[in-house]
């Protein structure tokens, strides 16, 4: 058992560093609420999963959805508290 919480574990955060790395600031200077949403879905799966239980499944879905409504809020203030990307007209 312990075996399996820890590969599953070891999966969710590898799987995590690959969703937020798709968000670059290239495409999309503020994406702070994009990483928190999948960040706290991929935090909010694996801790509904690891909850005691007879429904693993039902418990992570529920909890990547709280997980990522959470990050996606914090991301959502923390975009809107920054300030707006200057352009700087690149190579002159």
Do not use: F
């Amino acid at each position: 058992m312990k075996k399996q919480m820890v590969k599953t574990a070891a999966l969710s955060m590898a799987a995590a560093v690959i969703v937020s790395g798709c968000t670059g600031t290239e495409a999309v200077p503020r994406n702070a609420t994009q990483t928190g949403v999948a960040t706290g879905a991929v935090a909010g799966a694996v801790i509904g999963y690891n909850v005691s239980g007879r429904h693993k499944g039902r418990n992570a879905a529920l909890g990547a959805a709280a997980g990522a409504l959470a990050g996606g809020a914090i991301g959502n203030a923390v975009d809107n508290r920054n300030p707006e990307p200057v352009e700087d007209g690149g190579w002159q």
